[in-house]
């Protein structure tokens, strides 16, 4: 049993970082920290891939012209595309991040709420007046 | 000639996505016309494929496109068949129509030094949706599926000149459909593990052998998720309301004719192509998850569209709504099921195409959509109103439009299964989309105007004449329903193939 969860130590850390990455995602009211959490949920996945594309004793997959074990090079590549599309995904959250607070004043998602609660009231005010 | 035409599938995907970045370069002219006008250009081609593609997999079967002659498994593949056809018909058709609408309307909302960029974003995000359609390669759906995501995030945010609460649904949908992409990531990662491949066709050869994996079962349970997720089925619906109530008229119109739309048909690629009832427990999610799920989306979506008092976020309620209907067609999983399903991700498009269009020409002349902000304005607007309502009947699904001939082919698919008590809830569902209907027509026809609003005059002609094409086509296929029946049909017969 041990030794099950020993051998595959990265697949228990993957999934570990994978929890906390979404926790932060569910449980912060901040907006940056959800996107810190995002972040770390994204790493996760990136581990997960690159940890199936390891081969034993594998090196980088360069031809060499000696024979060798090479890793399975697709996941990497897969996985660079994933990165770019997680920093992307970053910058794109950080900077509507940053359009909030200029225009709410505040980055805390309560703070926030209650003030468009206070914005979707007044509408309705105007209605009824 | 014929040489060409063999390199439409790729074109149909690359000439957006390379318009994107020339369509920045009228930046220098300061030229926002001529930005609009390529956007219209690439929308037409792209549609001008689409009926190409169609045609050609209607009489030649499907098309396999390999991409700079890469065989599969190992190379990428554009695999069409008469589903996929169908849905970039759907999403490049909705385009043609919705850009005409789009000039005065992205002239009103978005700022002026900002309305290139906003072309630029929407040819991105119309590369995505179609890229996710045509492809035959499962992580090349998570990259077209982000490209489409990404832009219509930056789209929605764009809102922001009109109401600042556009800003907070981009985040949010940002958080949800990033969550929703990377569990779909997740998925394809187990998969890969033990297939190997990422390769549609091949994945669902090698799945076949695999029943019993554990693995794949996982691997099944993140992408539906991702997927739930990325279609707004109820309770994973949160992100939707507020981004169609606060993006720009334009991005309303687009996205929900067609973005849930695409993911849609995604999930039913891989339900049915990829994993193709390999194992069990794939009719049982059927039955016992997504049904109740759809069900109470219907009854939730419907319901909370009678108590909203935007009429923009009342419609995205009832978006809500109808991807209940296309999902009990789905979890029906018999052949007459998916047909409906089909018909509706079609008829659908249709429908919410020509309301949110109806919606924007009221934003350009109203500006802010509350129900107070349109009383009386029936007989001002009258255009506008009876497309609204011509729209809404066949929302409700009244015979003659397409409404109805979805909800006929859901109920006779549900006899075919003998699930009995859903033709009750499925009734009821379109009494309640008649209250809310309703609730516009009295507003706009039988309240009188406020004394001090000043006389409002019908929208300019260029906006009336997308809006009824839209009307137009939601009683043309109503009418000459077989057509579609008749793609759909196959359609539903292709996907059940797989079935062992």
Redesign the interface.
């Known amino acids: 049993m041990l030794a099950a969860i020993l051998d595959h130590y990265n697949y228990w850390l993957i999934i570990f970082l994978?929890m906390i990455g979404?926790y932060i995602?569910v449980s912060r009211g901040n907006?940056i920290k959800?996107?810190v959490g995002?972040n770390i949920?994204?790493t996760s996945?990136f581990l997960?891939?690159i940890t199936?594309g390891k081969v034993n004793y594998g090196t980088a997959p360069i031809l060499t012209g000696q024979p060798e074990t090479f890793s399975n090079p697709l996941?990497h590549v897969?996985i660079l595309?994933?990165i770019v599309?997680g920093i992307?995904?970053t910058a794109?959250?950080l900077a509507?991040?940053v359009?909030?607070r200029e225009?709410?004043g505040s980055i805390e998602e309560e703070d926030?709420s209650v003030s468009?609660q206070f914005?979707a009231e007044s509408?309705?005010n105007?209605?009824s007046s | 000639m014929t040489n060409w035409l063999h390199h439409i599938p790729i074109l149909i995907v690359a000439v957006p996505l390379i318009s994107a970045p020339i369509c920045v370069l009228f930046t220098f002219g300061a030229n926002r016309k001529a930005a609009w006008l390529w956007t219209l250009l690439v929308s037409w081609f792209a549609f001008l494929c689409a009926i190409y593609l169609l045609n050609h997999v209607l009489e030649n079967g499907e098309i396999s496109y390999h991409l700079g002659s890469w065989k599969p498994p190992l190379g990428i593949e554009y695999r069409i068949d008469l589903i996929n056809a169908f849905v970039l018909l759907i999403v490049s058709g909705i385009s043609a129509v919705a850009v005409p609408f789009g000039r005065l309307v992205v002239d009103r909302e978005i700022e002026p030094d900002r309305q290139i960029l906003f072309y630029t974003s929407y040819l991105l995000c119309l590369t995505g949706l179609l890229g996710v359609t045509i492809t035959g390669d499962a992580?090349n759906i998570?990259?077209f599926l982000?490209i489409s995501s990404?832009s219509s995030?930056?789209l929605i945010?764009m809102g922001?000149r009109s109401d600042?609460?556009a800003?907070?649904a981009?985040?949010n949908y940002?958080?949800l459909g990033?969550?929703g992409?990377?569990f779909f990531?997740?998925g394809l990662?187990f998969l890969?593990?033990v297939t190997g491949t990422l390769n549609i066709m091949d994945l669902s050869d090698r799945l076949m052998q695999l029943a019993d994996n554990k693995a794949v079962h996982a691997g099944y349970a993140f992408i539906i998720i991702g997927l739930a997720l990325k279609m707004a089925l109820f309770p994973m619906h949160v992100w939707l309301p507020n981004s169609y109530t606060y993006a720009p008229s334009l991005i309303s119109i687009f996205l929900a004719a067609t973005a849930t739309k695409v993911s849609i048909y995604v999930l039913l690629r891989f339900l049915f192509t990829v994993f193709g009832f390999s194992f069990d427990f794939i009719p049982l999610t059927l039955t016992f998850i997504f049904l109740p799920l759809a069900i109470i989306a219907i009854f939730f979506g419907s319901i909370g569209a009678i108590f909203q008092?935007n009429i923009k976020r009342l419609f995205a309620y009832s978006s809500v709504a109808q991807i209940g209907y296309i999902v009990i067609g789905i979890a029906l999983s018999n052949t007459i099921g998916l047909t409906a399903a089909v018909l509706h991700i079609f008829n659908h498009a249709l429908i919410k195409g020509a309301i949110f269009m109806a919606a924007g020409c009221l934003v350009y002349r109203v500006g802010?959509l509350?129900?107070?902000s349109i009383r009386g304005l029936g007989k001002e607007m009258p255009w506008t109103f009876s497309a609204l309502i011509l729209a809404g009947l066949s929302l409700i699904g009244i015979p003659t439009t397409v409404g109805f001939i979805s909800k006929w082919y859901l109920l006779l698919g549900i006899m075919e299964n003998g699930w009995w008590p859903l033709i009750p809830l499925i009734v009821i569902g379109s009494l309640l989309a008649v209250v809310y209907i309703w609730k516009i027509i009295e507003v706009a026809y039988f309240f009188p105007a406020p004394p001090d609003r000043a006389p409002v005059s019908e929208v300019p002609i260029e906006l009336l004449i997308p809006l009824w094409i839209l009307i137009g086509c939601n009683f043309y296929f109503g009418i000459q329903a077989d057509i579609t029946i008749g793609i759909a049909k196959e359609a539903a017969t292709i996907l059940l193939d797989n079935r062992p």
């Open positions: 994978m979404l995602v907006l959800k996107i995002l949920f994204q996945v997960l891939y199936i996941p897969l595309t994933a599309v992307a995904t794109l959250g509507l991040v359009r909030i225009s709410y926030i468009e914005q509408e309705v105007k209605i | 992580f998570f990259v982000e990404l995030y930056v945010a922001v600042r609460r800003l907070t981009a985040y940002l958080i990033t969550v992409a990377t990531v997740i990662g890969y593990m008092t802010k509350t129900t107070d």
